[in-house]
């Protein structure tokens, strides 16, 4: 008997007999034919008691510098903010995190409900009336939104931003080439979005228009000038004579507190990473991504969404809708191929922005726009550091180094301190050589923004002066 | 006939937005620490939002209120039963949601420095290396999000594997008995989806096969055991049929479940897997995710897996080996998603590898077989009050044992008994149990497919074989029971068509 399985001797004699087989080995051997037998033991480390696996992944945990134990100022898509304990409790509920997909309504309630309330919660910050229930993460999702517009319109080109996160650009290029589609880029011009490079790049062919906001260097991105350019000045007046292009822009949901709703800008739909919103790092994952669109995409959108309805008695409920959308029903002409997505993910998101409510994400974002200010001015008057383009930024920014940000990371580790991202080792652009990419949240504080300006600070003037030196 | 509300029917829904007050509020912002400014000169008026989002304006104990109320409108696995077929329901260990939240996993950052994640990064090599153990396919990529997303992968890696020796091959397989994911995911790669035929004992129609399979066909991708819960005992013949035009052989590995140190697909000659993490190895399923499909694969596909892969490099001196990030890989079809994958997954399904170790997967597997055919069996034998059993209203729709699932046919019983599979799911719900997953497979009149796993006791098999045998006695008396059911659940049978028809997706606010 292995672990959590509960059938005793008796138990597998009785079971055998009541099977009409001699042995465990016997039933196998009826339908599994010898040739694909395995007939040695896997070759995996022997099982062990609970006690002993928690030491083994506590040992592997204690091996990783967490955001628990440096000074972290690492974002680029994911960001340490605050995880409220109400999350965690929630989330960790049975009643929430073992049941399947809904499929029962009657017995689903509970995540059916969450659902709605989730899309009620993204429609509101995005603007767009039409939110699905999630989809796996970020990247993927704008690569979702990208198939939606050829499903929409049946063009093949995509433009796209080069403000886009790196791991965007790559996951829509992998998707698009399935799609049979081309990704054109568009390149950044003091920061953000270059408005000429983008309306010129978007013809009568283009199927969607894509950017990031803020983008990927921490630029807010005037999304109503961008989606006003793509769509050629007015509804259905699109460039070169052609109809209008879908219009997607990929949105940090934290920055929506306070900036712009997409849907007030003009763009289709809206998608972006919802880790931010109640969700651990986890190194990467599983965190969600959220979709949201204008009404006349709602039967094209990808993966479950829950809809409102009454029982037979005139309860009201909640229910999986639109379904003929998806892949059970329609196979191989559905509008994506998502089973499972990140339910789990969507509560914890969806919980969180109850936690901080119409007021609190306003002075969330304001409290972010004034420290990310305050760090940015200080390090920008260090020697060796300055500003990457000056538009405005949320709470994370782009700063160039006059050193080599590989090196001058290390330095600041040795002092508990994480700067920031290297930009080019994640981007592998030329053009990212010495930038460094500073996030905040609303847990670092003033007294670490000075930590970091001192660390980082001295990092720079080493590194500067064993250049020199060299 | 029950009549009268229970407390949670009373209890009328109602969301989160339609509660609180305005000024009502559970966040307290951290005070403003640095110097006031405008902060309207950092952001213009024209990039700001005109209003706010409506979000809810509720207190802290409120909002635990609402959602520990509606979770109580929710049945989950901790709770009973849920033999949903192909959905492998078996328990999650609660150890593994504990390791998952220790923070040098869960508050690691995805970008930190490979160095300083080595605990990670080690841990995803590993589950690599058990992947590939269990799979007989030694190369494993992490990435991709979810089953489909695995899929969608491997169809990718097919393409590319065939565009690089210079082939454009359109054609994929697949068996009628298919997920519904695996077409849609053929689609969304760019590539046709060729249907192939089920023979009388529930396999690939070898004849249908070897008419379809040509110089044109990229991929055959199958279910095995299938989701009629049935081993292909043609799988080496199919494999040789597949490899012998040229196309790739792709496992769906859904029902992995069902062989686990058993029988391996890369011996069964397939060159590409996908696992489910949250079926076989038991990532809880959140209610529609978070899951996780890496994939394994043969040598010939192995140039175009998506990146990252966790590569480990042994120190020359015998000291500790190193692990990393492997980026550079010129075939590789590209990124799927951001960063390496749902690692909170990989926590949670490595602690499972571990606890149960080599034997102990198999003996998972085996005892989820044993259950099925259990279950199976007293279904059958299961003699019904008018003297007849439940097999002549369900029988078995292919073959004769099962793998860890089987299908019945609630054919005869819609035809006799007047009450349909959907019926009979319904009045599963007022006794207790979650149904199996109904109308699936396609192929199966009135389908009715059973999951047990191997977590369950015998005596909950008998209580739910139990439990379909009064179903279709009382029917056999009274059918007006079962169309009516269910009584006792929080909501009664719902509109889904208004719901469709006239799509209410989100709260109406003032």
Redesign the interface.
């Known amino acids: 008997?292995?672990?959590?399985?509960?059938?005793t001797a008796a138990?597998?004699d009785?079971?055998?007999d009541?099977?009409?087989?001699d042995s465990?080995r016997e039933?196998?051997d009826?339908?599994?034919?010898p040739?694909?037998?395995?007939d040695r033991?896997?070759?995996?480390?022997?099982?062990?008691a609970?006690q002993d696996?928690?030491a083994?992944?506590?040992?592997?945990?204690?091996?990783?510098?967490?955001?628990?134990?440096e000074l972290?100022f690492?974002g680029?898509?994911?960001y340490?903010h605050y995880v409220?304990a109400?999350v965690?409790?929630?989330?960790?509920?049975?009643?929430?995190?073992?049941?399947?997909?809904?499929?029962?309504?009657?017995?689903?309630?509970?995540?059916l409900?969450?659902?709605?309330?989730y899309?009620?919660?993204i429609?509101?910050?995005t603007g767009l009336?039409?939110?699905n229930?999630?989809t796996?993460?970020?990247?993927?999702a704008v690569a979702a939104a990208a198939?939606m517009a050829k499903l929409h319109n049946g063009r093949t080109r995509i433009v796209a931003s080069a403000g886009l996160?790196p791991?965007?650009m790559?996951?829509l290029?992998?998707?698009a080439?399935?799609?049979?589609m081309d990704v054109v880029e568009v390149a950044l011009r003091d920061g953000v979005t270059d408005a000429a490079a983008w309306e010129e790049a978007i013809d009568a062919e283009t199927s969607a228009a894509i950017f990031a906001q803020p983008n990927f260097y921490g630029a807010?991105e005037?999304?109503?000038a961008l989606s006003a350019a793509a769509k050629g000045g007015g509804e259905g007046d699109g460039p070169v004579g052609g109809a209008n292009p879908v219009v997607i822009c990929q949105a940090d949901p934290i920055a929506?507190?306070?900036?712009?709703?997409p849907g007030?800008c003009g763009v289709d739909v809206a998608v972006g990473?919802g880790q931010p919103l109640g969700n651990?790092?986890?190194?990467?994952?599983?965190s969600?991504g959220f979709f949201a669109a204008r009404e006349e995409y709602?039967r094209r959108l990808p993966g479950?969404?829950?809809?409102?309805?009454?029982?037979?008695?005139g309860?009201?409920?909640?229910?999986l809708?639109?379904?003929?959308r998806?892949?059970?029903?329609?196979?191989?002409?559905?509008t994506?191929?998502?089973?499972?997505?990140?339910?789990?993910?969507a509560?914890a998101g969806?919980?969180y922005?109850?936690?901080?409510?119409?007021?609190?994400?306003?002075?969330?974002g304001?409290?972010l726009?004034?420290?990310t200010?305050?760090a940015r001015e200080k390090l920008a008057a260090i020697p060796g550091i300055e500003k990457l383009h000056s538009q405005?930024v949320?709470r994370e920014f782009a700063l160039r180094l006059d050193a080599d940000v590989a090196a001058v990371?290390r330095r600041c580790?040795a002092d508990g301190v994480?700067p920031g991202?290297d930009v080019q080792a994640?981007s592998g652009r030329e053009e990212d050589r010495g930038v460094l990419l500073v996030a905040l949240t609303?847990r670092r504080?003033?007294?670490d923004?000075e930590r970091l300006a001192d660390v980082l600070g001295a990092a720079v003037v080493a590194e500067r002066r064993e250049a020199v030196a060299a | 006939m029950i009549t009268t509300e229970t407390p949670l029917?009373r209890d009328?829904?109602r969301?989160?937005?339609e509660k609180g007050a305005r000024?009502?509020?559970?966040?307290v912002?951290?005070a403003?620490?640095?110097?006031?400014?405008d902060?309207t000169e950092?952001?213009?008026a024209?990039?700001?939002?005109?209003e706010?989002?409506?979000?809810?304006?509720?207190s802290?104990p409120e909002?635990?209120r609402?959602?520990?109320g509606?979770?109580?409108?929710?049945?989950?696995?901790?709770?009973g039963f849920?033999p949903?077929g192909s959905?492998t329901?078996?328990?999650?260990?609660r150890?593994h949601?504990?390791?998952?939240?220790?923070?040098?996993?869960?508050?690691?950052?995805?970008?930190?420095?490979a160095e300083?994640?080595?605990?990670?990064l080690?841990?995803m090599w590993n589950l690599q290396q058990?992947l590939a153990?269990?799979s007989?396919l030694p190369h494993v990529s992490l990435q991709p999000?979810?089953?489909?997303?695995g899929?969608?992968a491997g169809?990718?890696l097919t393409?590319a594997y065939h565009e690089d020796r210079g082939e454009t091959r359109k054609k994929v397989l697949t068996p009628d008995t298919a997920?519904?994911?695996n077409?849609?995911?053929?689609?969304?790669?760019?590539l046709e989806?060729v249907k192939l035929a089920t023979n009388a004992d529930g396999g690939i129609d070898l004849d249908d096969l070897r008419a379809k399979a040509g110089e044109d066909v990229a991929c055959l991708m199958l279910t095995n055991p299938n989701t009629l819960g049935?081993?292909d005992?043609n799988?080496?013949e199919i494999a040789q049929i597949v490899h012998g035009v040229g196309a790739t052989l792709y496992y769906d590995g859904a029902n992995l479940n069902a062989?686990?140190?058993?029988?391996?697909p890369g011996?069964?000659g397939f060159d590409i897997v996908h696992f489910?993490l949250?079926k076989s190895f038991t990532q809880?399923?959140?209610?529609?995710?978070?899951?996780?499909g890496p994939i394994a694969v043969s040598e010939r596909v192995a140039p175009y897996l998506?990146l990252p892969v966790v590569a480990r490099e042994d120190a020359a001196d015998g000291g500790e080996p190193t692990f990393s990030l492997e980026h550079d890989r010129p075939k590789s079809?590209?990124?799927?998603?951001?960063?390496?994958?749902?690692?909170?997954?990989f926590?949670r399904s490595?602690?499972y590898?571990?606890?149960?170790?080599?034997?102990?997967?198999?003996?998972?597997s085996?005892?989820a077989?044993?259950?099925a055919?259990?279950l199976?069996?007293?279904l059958r034998?299961h003699s019904l009050p008018n003297g007849r059993t439940v097999a002549d209203y369900l029988p078995l729709a292919y073959g004769?044992?099962c793998?860890h699932e089987f299908v019945l046919s609630g054919g005869p019983m819609k035809q006799e008994l007047k009450i349909k599979t959907l019926d009979l799911?319904?009045r599963l719900?007022d006794y207790g149990f979650?149904?199996p997953?109904v109308y699936?497979p396609l192929l199966v009149d009135e389908a009715l497919m059973v999951e047990p796993t191997?977590?369950?006791?015998?005596e909950t098999l008998d209580a739910f074989a139990d439990a379909i045998a009064a179903i279709l006695a009382e029917a056999a008396q009274n059918p007006e029971i079962a169309l009516?059911a269910?009584y006792s659940?929080?909501?009664?049978?719902?509109?889904?068509v208004?719901?469709?028809k006239r799509?209410?997706?989100?709260?109406a606010?003032d």
């Not at chain 1, 080439?177 to 049979?180: E, N």
């Not at chain 2, 659940?489 to 889904?496: A, G």
Request: hydrophobic share 40%; glycine share 8%; charged share 20%.
């Open positions: 008997m292995s672990r959590y399985t509960a059938i138990d597998l009785a079971m055998l009541a099977i009409g087989v465990v039933m196998f009826r339908q599994i034919p040739a694909v037998r395995l033991a896997l070759e995996l480390p022997d099982g062990q609970e696996v928690y083994h992944l506590s040992q592997l945990a204690a091996r990783n510098t967490s955001a628990e134990d972290s690492l680029a898509g994911m340490d409220p109400i965690d409790m929630l989330i960790e509920r049975s009643e929430f995190l073992t049941p399947y997909t809904p499929y029962q309504p009657e017995i689903s309630q509970g995540g409900q969450v659902m709605f309330e899309q009620t919660a429609s509101e910050l009336p039409a939110s229930a999630s796996y993460d970020g990247p993927s198939y996160h791991h965007t790559q996951t290029r992998t998707y080439h399935g799609f049979g807010v005037d999304a109503a929506l507190g306070i900036l712009a709703a007030e990473e651990r790092l986890d190194f990467g994952g599983p969600f709602l479950r969404i829950a809809g409102e309805t009454v029982d037979v008695d309860r009201r409920g909640f229910v809708t639109l379904q003929t998806e892949q059970h029903i329609r196979r191989e002409k559905a994506s191929n998502i089973c499972t997505a990140q339910a789990l993910n509560l969806v919980v922005l109850s936690w901080l409510g119409r007021d609190g994400i306003v002075e969330l304001e409290l726009l004034a420290r200010h305050y405005p949320v990371r580790a994480n991202v994640l609303e504080s003033r007294a923004i | 029917q009328r829904a969301t989160i937005f000024g009502r509020r559970a966040f912002a951290p403003l620490d640095v110097p006031a400014v902060t950092l952001l213009p024209r990039l700001r939002r005109g706010r989002a409506r979000l809810p304006e509720v802290e909002i635990v609402h959602y520990v509606i979770s109580k409108r929710n049945f989950d696995l901790d709770s849920y949903l959905c329901m078996k328990h999650n260990p150890l949601e504990r390791v998952a939240a220790l923070p040098g996993h869960a508050r690691l950052h995805p970008l930190q420095d300083r994640s080595q605990g990670a080690e841990l058990a153990e269990v007989g999000s979810a089953g489909s997303h899929e969608l169809v990718l393409r997920h519904g994911t077409p849609a995911t053929v689609t969304m790669a760019g989806v049935l081993f005992r799988i080496a062989v686990m140190g058993l029988s391996r011996d069964m489910n949250h809880p399923h959140g209610g529609g995710g978070p899951g996780s998506p079809i590209g990124r799927l998603r951001g960063f390496h994958g749902n690692y909170g997954c926590v490595y602690a590898i571990r606890s149960l170790g080599g034997d102990g997967l198999k003996d998972a085996e005892v077989v044993l259950n055919n259990y199976l069996a007293r034998a004769e044992l793998m799911a319904k719900l979650h149904p997953t699936f191997e977590t369950e006791t015998r009516s269910p659940t929080p909501v009664r049978r719902l509109d889904e208004a719901a469709a799509p209410v997706i989100r709260q606010l």
